[in-house]
């Protein structure tokens, strides 16, 4: 059982709507990242957060220490954020990464 | 700073060959980290290294595969022999251990026939 749990797998939405990818993790961490991968392959790293909520343009990341959750938002969808989003946990004394299985986004124009 | 290094892109080669994936980190970055993606099984860590020691390389799957890091700006991840079961994307990645993040290199897709 995959220690990092993303729901939905999947997510078609149109474009403008409200998206929210939520992330579920088992154990304590040191960090949750956010990533995102492109239909080319690319990973880029969007987000880590220990605590409370981080935001970048159209992009809110928050976590929920007690409840072991954490949420991607995507404000005024586009077209162009069609893509994997990725969460992984980083665990107290060890840099390396846990990942859930992604959440692929279609947003239709 | 051109970011994560990776090469090559693409490598195609033969079972049995000897394929070796090189990794030029983001300067000053302490940690570089080696991932393997499928379709299958998803992002898996390889092996880690900071400050040019590997740290965890229990995601190694066996023998066959080895990395190194002679120094701060260089690492490789060699398979041999190569089997087709290793055909994947390969990311190497770099933290500078701050709270940005990891740099994700391009990838390297190797498909072994």
């Known amino acids: 059982k995959n220690e990092v749990e993303q729901s939905p797998q999947n997510l078609t939405a149109q474009e403008g709507e409200f998206i929210t990818i939520n992330c579920s993790y088992s154990?304590?961490?040191?960090?949750l990242h956010w990533l995102q991968q492109h239909p080319g392959g690319g990973i880029v790293s969007l987000f880590m957060?220990?605590?409370g909520k981080k935001k970048h343009g159209r992009l809110i990341a928050t976590i929920n220490i007690q409840e072991k959750h954490s949420s991607l938002h995507i404000t005024a969808s586009h077209p162009r954020d069609s893509a994997v989003y990725i969460c992984a946990q980083a665990n107290f004394g060890n840099e390396k990464l846990t990942f859930g299985t992604g959440t692929r986004l279609t947003i239709i124009p | 700073d051109a970011g994560v290094i990776q090469s090559p892109r693409h490598e195609v080669t033969e079972m049995g060959q000897e394929v070796t994936l090189r990794c030029k980190p983001i300067?000053?970055?302490?940690?570089l980290f080696w991932y393997r993606q499928t379709m299958m099984r998803g992002l898996e860590l390889l092996i880690y290294?900071?400050?040019?020691?590997?740290?965890?390389d229990s995601g190694m799957p066996e023998d066959r595969f080895s990395a190194k890091m002679p120094n701060a700006s260089f690492s490789t991840l060699k398979i041999q022999p190569s089997e087709p079961r290793d055909s994947a994307v390969y990311f190497c990645?770099?933290?500078?251990?701050?709270?940005?993040?990891?740099?994700f290199g391009s990838g390297t897709r190797l498909t072994v026939v």
């Open positions: 990645a770099s933290d500078a251990g701050g709270p940005y993040g990891y740099t």
């Open positions: 154990v304590g961490i040191s960090a």
């Open positions: 300067s000053g970055h302490n940690s």
């Open positions: 957060l220990s605590s």
């Open positions: 290294f900071n400050n040019n020691v590997p740290i965890d």
